[in-house]
């Protein structure tokens, strides 16, 4: 297996895993019916010895600002495989080589929206924060919420 970059010219293949993990309603994948999705993301796939992917996923570099300071922070997505790929390791590899890439590249703290938060916290991730929104009426601003 090799762990690499997704390339340009194959982008319809990445398009169909996402359209499978992702859409199974839409149903199959047709290139000639496809929108055409320019991404900013950086595509990675894990290739098996015929040069097919066995899973997918996309890099996402932003800054985020962390204890005060702006952070190049990796942002993880597109995480897919195939059912026929599935249980052997592949994504789990795939994901062991994101992170050393991440670390190579000198970002470490990475994010993602998990579809199933034990999935990914067996590979090391953890939930660091959660996002809220409160709504009040103005005349509650300032008072107590008990």
Known sequence: MEYRSFPDERADEFDAFMRYAFSPAEGPYDPEEADDHDTIAETRGLFDADDDPVAVCAHHYFPLRIRGTDREVAGLSAVASPP???????????????????????????????????????????????????????????????
């Open 84 to 146: 026929e790929h599935r249980r052997q390791g592949n994504v789990g590899r795939m994901l062991r080589e994101s992170l050393a890439e991440y670390r190579d590249r000198g970002v470490f703290v990475s994010t993602l929206w998990p579809f199933e938060y034990p999935f990914y916290a067996a590979y090391g991730w953890a939930t660091a924060s959660r996002y809220r929104r409160l709504a009040a009426p103005p005349e509650r601003s300032g008072s107590s919420t008990t």
